[in-house]
């Protein structure tokens, strides 16, 4: 593997594991925030259905639950509809200052979405109404009114109407009240509304001082109600028919429609009321005793409200301190999770440097084969340079022994031709003298010692050829290495022939006899020889 490839190999693999690793984080965060939006959704809708079945501390605390969910990735959307819940929740169990303040920073978040805020301040202006705080929820009805017809935004003004003219009637302002109901007295009406309706505009009556028109209008109403479904109009039917018959001096038929009212209420406010409203009323008639006990219902009455207040309150600390548990659940399951996190982030960084520190040993590792890989070319290339050097010495040297060994055969030849030519004269014969000049030219035809000479240069040379020719090949005499040192040496057949002084076919016959003993063909016998070595 080249240096770039492993680069690129690691290059990848670094990139592939910190996108796998990111898309891995980016997935397991998708699943957690999808599965906290599933529990909040799951929170919310459960405490909707506690509100409906009048659940209202179960409500709460699913509420605050939720809370505590979106809290950890707020969106103004979701804050604005689990802050609003969890005012109608207090607001349900009597907390009215709890109330008031999750829907004030309900409506903090809906500052930029004119519909959410118009929900909140209706709601606001409901809480004051129920808190008698009727300056409060005029304010608030009329802002809530004001932003609907200013933004043209769809909503239930028929409703909100209805309700602003209820808290002018409570302020005793006649005017404005029957100015609000006039405003929509032609506009289309669900019955609920309709019925609503009259009754805000009898009590307008009622408070003019128009007892008999209003009478009339109520008196026509009671047929119309249903006292099963239409409880809370019926409730606000009788009440007004009360109060319009007690100022009628009617005292015996407003005693006979409030009781109807006690009958049917279940609200300890509403019973309250009623209570005092008609011990009040048989005082009016003089009977005490009856006034007394009724009286006494009120005191009873009161001390309900206040234990359904502190039962609020109680219910409220006891839903806190298991939100408070609940908050530390989260807590630690959130830090569970940057622990994992933690720990992941450290693995991945973990396997990068250990990456990177196998690509550092494997480039150490490739660098150093590179570099004893030139090393072992160079000293390749000073082998061969030296071998070819060492050949040339030798070739040299091959060439002056054959040069000295041809030289000795000329100067020979010329001996054997100058003896030759002296013997044919009849008086060299006979000189003395000369014949031993004779004797000392013969000598030097004797070659056994400059032959023993010629093979100690040879080896000098050649070292180890002579020693490996005999071991090969034992069965080889003197002479016969000798033909083959002269076949070594590049000479030709002819050239041996008068080395030796043979003849040209003693030579050859020689040779073939020397590639027998050898066990390989005459013509292969050059070749082998060269190869010896």
């Known amino acids: 593997m080249t240096m770039s490839t492993l680069s690129k190999y690691l290059l990848f693999l670094s990139v592939f594991i910190i996108s796998a690793a990111t898309a891995f984080a980016q997935d397991q965060e998708t699943k957690v925030l999808d599965k906290e939006d599933k529990e909040y959704e799951n929170l919310k809708d459960k405490g909707k259905k506690s509100i409906d079945n009048g659940n ?17 990735n707020p969106t103004p959307e979701k804050l604005f509809s689990i802050k609003n819940c969890i005012g109608i929740a207090y607001r349900y169990l009597s907390n009215s200052g709890e109330a008031l303040n999750n829907y004030k920073q309900a409506l903090e978040f809906a500052k930029d ?16 109404a ?58 289309p009406k669900t019955r609920p509304q309709s019925l609503v309706w009259q009754i805000n505009y009898a009590e307008s009556l009622m408070l003019e001082g128009q007892l008999t028109e209003a009478q009339k209008m ?14 809370d109009v019926y409730m606000g039917t009788v009440d007004l028919l009360a109060k319009i018959y007690a100022k009628q001096n009617k005292t015996d ?17 509403y019973r309250f009321n009623l209570y005092n409203q008609l011990s009040t009323l048989y005082l009016k008639n003089k009977d005490y005793d009856t006034a007394f006990k009724y009286k006494d219902s009120v005191i009873i009455a009161r001390d309900s409200m206040s234990g359904v207040i502190n039962k609020g309150l109680y219910q409220t600390n006891k839903i806190k301190l298991k939100f408070q548990e ?46 004893e890989k030139i090393i072992t070319e160079n000293q390749q290339k000073i082998f061969t340079l030296e071998m070819e050097n060492l050949k040339n010495n030798i070739a040299e040297k091959n060439r002056k022994l054959s040069a000295k060994a041809l030289y000795l055969t000329g100067r020979n030849e010329l001996i054997a031709e100058v003896m030759n030519s ?32 010629f093979i100690a240069y040879f080896e000098k040379v050649n070292p180890d050829f002579i020693k490996t020719l005999q071991e090969r090949h034992p069965l080889l005499t003197a002479q016969d290495l000798r033909f083959i040192c002269y076949i070594y040496m590049n000479l030709d057949l002819k050239e041996i022939s008068t080395i030796l002084n043979i003849t040209l076919e003693a030579c050859k016959k020689r040779k073939q006899r020397i ?16 190869k010896l070595t």
Not at 114 to 127: D, F, R, S, W, Y
Not at 145 to 162: G, H, P
């Open 326 to 371: 609940y908050q530390k659940e989260l807590s630690i399951n959130q830090e569970k999770h940057k622990a994992e996190r933690i720990i992941f982030i450290i693995c991945i960084i973990s396997s990068l440097l250990i990456f990177f520190s196998v690509y550092r040993v494997l480039k150490n590792r490739i660098t150093k084969q590179k570099q």
């Open 113 to 128: 979405n004119p519909e959410l805020e118009i929900k909140v301040l209706n709601n606001i202006g409901v809480l004051y």
């Open 130 to 187: 129920l808190e008698k705080d009727y300056p409060n929820a005029l304010h608030y009805y009329k802002k809530t009114l004001s932003l609907v017809e200013d933004k043209n935004i769809k909503y239930d003004k028929v409703t909100l109407t209805i309700n602003l003219s209820d808290i002018y009637n409570r302020l005793n302002n006649v005017t404005e009240a029957k100015k609000c109901l006039m405003s929509i007295k032609n506009s």
């Open 515 to 530: 590639a027998k003993k050898m066990e390989i063909e005459p013509d292969d016998l050059h070749e082998y020889i060269i």
């Open 218 to 231: 109520m008196e026509q109403l009671i047929p119309n109600i249903n006292n099963k479904n239409d409880t």
């Open 422 to 453: 002296l013997s044919e004269i009849p008086e060299v014969a006979k000189n003395n003298e000369i014949a031993n000049y004779m004797k000392t030219l013969k000598s030097y035809l004797k070659t056994d010692a400059e032959w023993d000479d």
């Open 253 to 269: 038929l407003a005693i006979v429609y409030a009781k109807k009212g006690l009958n049917k209420s279940q609200s300890i406010e």
């Open 56 to 72: 209202y501390p179960d409500a709460l605390e699913y509420f605050i639950k939720a809370e505590a969910i979106v809290e950890k």
